[in-house]
């Protein structure tokens, strides 16, 4: 079954696929985000896109990946925002749910798409090849953009949860720091010693 799994995740047309699934997903969420970015001061342009620009890391890797390249840094990029920002739109869209008693069609669309994010960021570990240097820029990318998300005002909008920005900002560090853990422990830790492409 292992076997199966990681041929399946090497394949070169199952890659050629998710990369296409990604590359729509991430033009997609440049254009969900659009409204609140013709507002946004130039400067924080780069930070506000979260989740679009998780995807993207994810499909620069898997453009590498298919021709058997390595790119360390956008690896250890695309796992900790892939699975912090996957995590994070699924909480706040369930919040939602919670509050509203009811969310939109889209609302249960970025549940499902997202929950995928966190899932494909995972289920590549075991062909990331990042060391500790990669993750601290990582790491600095990540908490750097929580800064700017919550100390500036630039975080997602979610009108109904508007009210426990402190909150969520709160969880969202907390949630970067497990995502960073997650890539540490299972990248770093757990493939010390497999060579590449084995």
């Known amino acids: 079954m292992l076997y199966?799994?990681?041929?399946?995740?090497?394949?070169?047309?199952?890659?050629?696929?998710?990369?296409?699934?990604?590359?729509?997903?991430?033009?997609?969420?440049?254009?969900?985000?659009?409204?609140q970015l013709s507002t946004t001061p130039a400067k924080f342009l780069i930070f506000v896109p979260d989740s679009p620009t998780a995807s993207l890391f994810f499909t620069i890797f898997l453009t590498f990946y298919i021709f058997r390249k390595h790119v360390p840094y956008i690896e250890a990029l695309a796992i900790v925002t892939?699975?912090?920002y996957g995590t994070w739109a699924v909480v706040m869209n369930l919040l939602t749910l919670i509050m509203d008693g009811d969310i939109s069609w889209q609302g249960y669309m970025l549940i499902a798409s997202h929950g995928a994010m966190a899932i494909q960021g995972l289920l590549y570990v075991p062909f990331y090849r990042f060391k500790r240097r990669h993750l601290v820029v990582a790491a600095i990318w990540t908490l750097h953009n929580d800064v700017i998300d919550y100390v500036f005002d630039m975080m997602p909008q979610y009108r109904s949860l508007n009210i426990y920005m402190n909150e969520i900002g709160?969880?969202?560090?907390?949630?970067?720091?497990?995502?960073?853990?997650?890539?540490?422990?299972?990248?770093?830790?757990?493939n010390a010693s497999i060579t590449y492409f084995n």
Do not use: H, P
């Open 170 to 190: 709160y969880f969202t560090f907390w949630l970067s720091i497990c995502s960073l853990g997650i890539a540490y422990y299972f990248v770093i830790k757990k």
């Open 82 to 84: 892939l699975f912090k």
């Open 4 to 35: 199966f799994y990681k041929q399946l995740l090497q394949d070169r047309t199952f890659l050629v696929i998710l990369w296409m699934i990604n590359l729509a997903g991430t033009i997609y969420g440049y254009m969900w985000y659009e409204t």
